[in-house]
């Protein structure tokens, strides 16, 4: 079980590592990313809170409805992200671009994750032959599901607004400090001729 459980494990931090790979390389940027992958987090709370809910346990079944559950809020927060980004190309500011993105991409968040929650009951509910098994992991994606949804509209928007502030500090820091770094590596190239 222990051997079992460090490979779920191993293999829920690679997922997340590769996310974010293809997320940073997709939006290019270091930073966007960290807005999708902050909502990754509020679906253990709604695991964690079905789970006691019913009484379950912490298996490997509900490990591997985690693991899929990580696809699907990353999803959400990507129809945010990536919305909003196209909206300040057009030319509108931060702040309108991500109540646009909220408003516009809520109708296609809300239909796959109740598409999902919807299809998951007869798992849930143990309803079939070997649904006692797997009804874990479809009570860990609805619960996940349920309360990612709803939180990853507030947080990912906020989340991109802290790092988007970041992001153009760090620029101007880094800009302001050029002409000094330049000096000094005209200096250093002086002295090494």
Known sequence: MAESFGCVGQSLVLAVVLIYAILASQFRSFLQPLAIMLSLPLSLVGVAGMLYLVKDTLN??????????MGLVTKNAILVVDFTNVQRRTGLSRTEALIRAARVRLRPILMTTLAMIFGMPPLAFELGSGAEFRAPMARAVIGGLIT??????????????????????????WTRGAPARRRVTQEVASEVE
């Open 60 to 69: 490997i079944m509900s490990l591997i409805g985690l693991i899929l559950l």
């Open 148 to 173: 990612s949804t709803l939180l990853t509209l507030i947080v990912a928007p906020v989340v991109y607004t802290f790092l988007d502030d970041l992001g153009e500090w760090v620029v101007g820091w």
